[in-house]
């Protein structure tokens, strides 16, 4: 069974601060990692997605995140955060094998941005 | 905008009760996923449908069915409602196949009294 641990529950920032949110996942295989935003209460967005190629891959609004095999992480980063980065942040797992699309997601990290 | 439309927005439904949640997937997809988001749970998946059939089951209930249609919206059924059923339950679309993005709709949310 595939798993994520996010490590950060809730993360507290000044506005232009460096972001770096950690993502560990479990998975015997194959797998697409993504990154999805929930705003306030709104649905999940996709932040970033990773399914093969270049390990460091951009998303959109800036941000970016680095695959690392070795270590089975896939940590989201933004070099400097504006207030509207205030949101919950979701890293998800999916495996490349019919029958296990579905996305695994972490539990989640709260991202507070301080004017 | 997702592309990808639940109704209701909301439900507020008595113990006991049972309602349909309905999901319009973004068009030409033919995969539906349903989740629940929970306080205490976080997300979880509950099942997927690809091009009418299921393909996967998660920590669904036996209170709980689904299916997809021959036009590929799905609804989730929830049948003897009880308290701990409240929370958000979105669907997601995609192509379908290994290396495809899910979209997800802006959710429904179920509070049970």
């Known amino acids: 069974a595939q798993s994520v641990s996010q490590h950060n529950h809730h993360v507290i920032l000044s506005e232009a601060a460096s972001l770096e949110l950690g993502c560990n996942y479990s998975y015997g295989g194959t797998v697409n990692l993504f990154w999805y935003v929930q705003y306030p209460g709104q649905h999940l967005q996709l932040l970033l997605k990773?399914?093969?190629?270049?390990?460091l891959v951009k998303g959109i609004k800036g941000f970016e995140a680095e695959f690392i095999k070795s270590k089975f992480s896939f940590n989201l980063r933004k070099p400097s955060v504006q207030w509207s980065d205030t949101a919950e942040y979701f890293c998800a797992v999916n495996g490349v094998r019919f029958g296990n699309e579905k996305l695994t997601f972490g539990t989640g990290t709260r991202l507070t941005i301080i004017p | 905008d997702s592309g990808v439309t639940q109704t209701p927005k909301h439900l507020i439904t008595a113990t006991g009760q049972r309602v349909t949640l309905r999901c319009s997937p973004r068009?030409?997809?033919?995969?539906v996923y349903w989740y629940q988001q929970s306080l205490d749970q976080g997300l979880q998946f509950l099942i997927h449908?690809?091009?009418?059939?299921?393909?996967a089951k998660g920590n669904i209930l036996e209170r709980f069915s689904a299916q997809q249609f021959p036009d590929l919206h799905s609804e989730l059924n929830l049948s003897s409602l009880e308290l701990g059923d409240s929370a958000l339950y979105f669907c997601?679309?995609?192509?379908?196949?290994?290396?495809?993005?899910?979209?997800f709709g802006q959710g429904t949310r179920l509070t049970v009294v």
């Open positions: 068009s030409g997809d033919l995969s």
């Open positions: 449908y690809y091009n009418g059939e299921e393909r």
């Open positions: 997601a679309s995609s192509a379908g196949g290994l290396n495809t993005e899910a979209f």
């Open positions: 990773y399914f093969s190629g270049d390990p």
